[in-house]
T-cell receptor
């Protein structure tokens, strides 16, 4: 069966450290994978997209890697701050490129950055 | 540019009552989606639309109906609410024809629905 899984437990780290979140998938061949941030009581907000032919993508303190052989994406936040505390969702397009825009979302990993 | 807006923000219904949730987007997006989000279940797609006048079923469509009479609006209806429909509902939209398709979705703020 098709699955997309993220660390189900909350991740607690100290301010200034690097947070690493994992997204694993099975039985999909996505053309790209996306990461979203969700704050309590709000809708998800798009952060980064990485294509299948890209190994790594960066945006300010964020870095995403995509390994289509391992079927895994890693999401890193360097020099983490308490303001980075949120739930992070990974999402992929089922069946590669789509003409419906549908995404399958992971359950999300809650990150808590302590001062 | 308001993005994606949802009405109402909160609602409490009694079992058997009906209601309609309204989603509006001002980004000229072709695709629109309704999700529900429950603790431990993540975002689950209820229905979606790939254009004005078209709708399709998602992962959990039972008990819901949708309509997309205008490109900018996507309505989600509950004909006879059940306690199992207590959830947070999110609307999202994606893709305007002037850009390559990336499936990046833009979400509304959500509607918190409680069915007693």
């Amino acid at each position: 069966s098709q699955k997309i899984e993220q660390n189900s437990e909350a991740l607690n780290i100290q301010e200034g450290k690097t947070a690493t979140l994992t997204c694993n998938y099975t039985n999909y061949s996505p053309a790209y994978l996306q990461w979203y941030r969700q704050d309590p009581g709000r809708g998800p907000v798009f952060l980064l997209l990485i294509r299948e032919n890209e190994k790594e993508k960066r945006k300010e303190r964020l870095k995403v890697t995509f390994d289509t052989t391992l079927k895994q994406s890693l999401f890193h936040i360097t020099a983490s701050q308490p303001a980075d505390s949120a739930t992070y969702l990974c999402a992929l397009s089922p069946g590669g490129s789509s003409n419906t825009g549908k995404l399958i979302f992971g359950q999300g990993t809650t990150l808590q950055v302590k001062p | 540019n308001a993005g994606v807006t949802q009405t109402p923000k909160f609602r409490v219904l009694k079992t058997g009552q009906s209601m309609t949730l309204l989603c509006a987007q001002d980004m000229n997006h072709e695709y629109m989606y309704w999700y529900r989000q429950d603790p431990g279940m993540g975002l689950r797609l209820i229905h979606y639309s790939v254009g004005e006048g078209t709708t399709a079923k998602g992962e959990v469509p039972d008990g819901y109906n949708v309509s997309r009479l205008k490109k900018q609006n996507f309505l989600l209806g509950l004909e006879s609410a059940a306690p199992s429909q207590t959830s947070v509902y999110f609307c999202a939209s994606s893709w305007d024809r002037g850009n390559p398709v990336t499936d990046t979705q833009y979400f509304g703020p959500g509607t918190r629905l409680t069915v007693l």
